[in-house]
């Protein structure tokens, strides 16, 4: 009799310290609830998401911008970008870019330009659907002018902070388009290569 009752007890105190489990399906993911985990006496529960997937530590960005006007005149804008985002939406890096510029007067005159910048960036999201950039650009070229056969060029160089932002919308789950504008702080009308103090903002990127 009392063997009898050892082994019951032994029994009933294998069944309170054994795991229980539990899985439930929440929002398409799979939920498995344990419950009497580890030493013998345990009451607790561990929760076990099996679709879960690590988050993420930052991504990098490929992007940038690309542009051409054809007409009296011809120019062609190349803006490649490269950075890294991190996850509370802030993004740093690096721009570089091409600048080719070509119009033709009606009194035989004819202008070029060709132009390179680079410089570091800093863009922040203030929304999904929002941002604002800060960027630093030196740029340096050549102008020149043709004129019934005689030629004049001369060498170029400015200092540009580009401060601004947009609007900005994913595509899929690793792409997303941005439009805005910004605007250089230190530009200066009378000195200045570029024609107008803002510059409009339309790119894609890719994250990796």
Known sequence: MKKLLTIALVGIGFLLNAQTDSTQTIGGQKVTVTYGKGKPGNTGQEVTYENEKPEKKGQWVFGGDIGAGFGSGTSIRIAPEVGYRLNNGLEMGVGAGYNFYSYDYSNNLTYKSNFFNVGPYVSYDISQMFFVKAQYQYLGGTQKQEYLGYEVSNDISENALWLGGGYQNRIGNNAFYKIGFMYNVLYDKDDSIYGSGF?????????L
């Open 199 to 207: 510059m409009p903002v339309v790119g894609i990127s890719f994250g």
